[in-house]
Structure formats: structure tokens, C-alpha cells
T-cell receptor, first 113, second 115 residues
Framework: AQSVTQLGSHVSVSEGALVLLRCNYSSSVPPYLFWYVQYPNQGLQLLLK??????LVKGINGFEAEFKKSETSFHLTKPSAHMSDAAEYFCAVSDTGGFKTIFGAGTRLFVKA | NADVMQNPRHLVRRRGQEARLRCSPM?????VYWYRQLPEEGLKFMVY????????ESGMPKERFSAEFPKEGPSILRIQQVVRGDSAAYFCASSPTGTDFYEQYFGPGTRLTVT
């Protein structure tokens, strides 16, 4: 069975500081991994995805994530936080069949001026 | 409109009533997924459908909940005899066929409140 653990339900950073949101996964087969962002009262928007190509994946809005198989991790980073990055972020995993996506509980990012 | 559409955006039902949630996938997408999000929680998979077929309903409660994706028209998630615990945001996602089948595009959600 697949699962996703997001460490830290809330993360607070200062504007301009590094953003690091942690995600560890469990999967018995090679996974597809995703990060989504959700703004208040909206649906989820795909930030980036890993599908067994390059281990360093670049997404929208300056975010990137690195797939580390040995650590079963897929942490999301951004070098410099912007106020508009304040939102909830979800890590997700699906198997290579791709039909059933399992989401983490989410990490709410706060950005301080 | 190329986006995934959901309606209504907000739905209020009294206990015991029926709730019908609609989802129109992106143009050209034939896979539809329904998820439920409880406050302060992540999304929980409910059901995966293709046109006229339920492929995986392992996340959907056995009673009161049903889903369909007819040949014509939107996908419908139906909740009969709603209870307060059904209050949540329900999200629909769609994905294309082909090599990007795993990439899901989400609608804005329907927020169901049961009073």
C-alpha cells in the first residue's frame, strides 16, 4: 500500500527566506510523485511531478523538488519565499498505474513580511 | 471552457435529504476522480470512473454514496440521506488518456454543508 507523510502541518518563513516542505512516501512499486498547491476555497493546482525521469524536478512559481529513492523523500523547495506563496501544499503519490492518488495531510505555509 | 467544472460550488442540505454534485471534466478527458476533503485534512480518494464504467470505488462508503459518469453529460456524485458527517468539500479531477493519464486536473470543489 502506498502512503505519504508530510512533516509539519504548519511552516512559517519570512519573505525572501528558503521554503522547505518535507514529504516522505511509501510505495512498493516505482512511484509517481506530485506536489499540489491549494489556495483558500479553491481546487488543487499541480506544482510539479516526478515520473521517473530526472530526479530534480522544476515546477511553476519557482518551486522544485528532488526525488531521493534512498530516503524515500520528495521535499519541495523554493529559494526565496514570496507573500503569494502562502497556501496549503499537498504531496501525493500514485503507482505507475496512476489511477489512485494518495494525498498527504497537507502543510500550510505562512509567509511573514 | 477548458477547465474542470463543478456545480454547485456550495450546497446546503438538511439531514436526510439528497445531495447531487456534478463534475464536467476537461475537454478530451475521459477519466474522472472524486475526492473528499474534511476540514484540516488532505484529500481522500473516493472513486475513479471512465465513461459508463466505475473502475475503482474502494474509497467510497458502501451505503448512501453512488457515482456515475454517463456517456453524455457530467459525472454525478450522489449522496442519499445526508448526515452531518457528510459535510466536506468534494473535489472532482479529470485526466486524459495517453501518456499523461496520471496527471489530474482539479475542479474548484463543491462545499457541502449538512444542517
Amino acid at each position: 500500500a502506498q502512503s505519504v507523510t508530510q512533516l509539519g502541518s504548519h511552516v512559517s518563513v519570512s519573505e525572501g527566506a528558503l521554503v522547505l516542505l518535507r514529504c516522505n512516501y511509501s510505495s512498493s512499486v516505482p512511484p509517481y510523485l506530485f506536489w499540489y498547491v491549494q489556495y483558500p476555497n479553491q481546487g488543487l493546482q499541480l506544482l510539479l511531478k516526478y515520473t521517473s525521469a530526472a530526479t530534480l524536478v522544476k515546477g511553476i512559481n519557482g518551486f522544485e523538488a528532488e526525488f531521493k529513492k534512498s530516503e524515500t523523500s520528495f521535499h519541495l523547495t523554493k529559494p526565496s519565499a514570496h507573500m503569494s506563496d502562502a497556501a496549503e501544499y499537498f504531496c501525493a503519490v500514485s503507482d505507475t498505474g496512476g489511477f489512485k492518488t494518495i494525498f498527504g495531510a497537507g502543510t500550510r505555509l505562512f509567509v511573514k513580511a | 471552457n477548458a477547465d474542470v467544472m463543478q456545480n454547485p460550488r456550495h450546497l446546503v442540505r438538511r439531514r436526510g435529504q439528497e445531495a447531487r454534485l456534478r463534475c464536467s471534466p476537461m475537454k478530451g478527458h475521459s477519466h474522472v476522480y472524486w475526492y473528499r476533503q474534511l476540514p484540516e485534512e488532505g484529500l481522500k480518494f473516493m472513486v475513479y470512473l471512465q465513461k459508463e464504467n466505475i473502475i475503482d470505488e474502494s474509497g467510497m462508503p458502501k451505503e448512501r454514496f453512488s457515482a456515475e459518469f454517463p456517456k453524455e453529460g457530467p459525472s454525478i456524485l450522489r449522496i442519499q440521506q445526508v448526515v452531518r458527517g457528510d459535510s466536506a468539500a468534494y473535489f472532482c479531477a479529470s485526466s486524459p488518456t495517453g501518456t499523461d493519464f496520471y496527471e489530474q486536473y482539479f475542479g474548484p470543489g463543491t462545499r457541502l454543508t449538512v444542517t
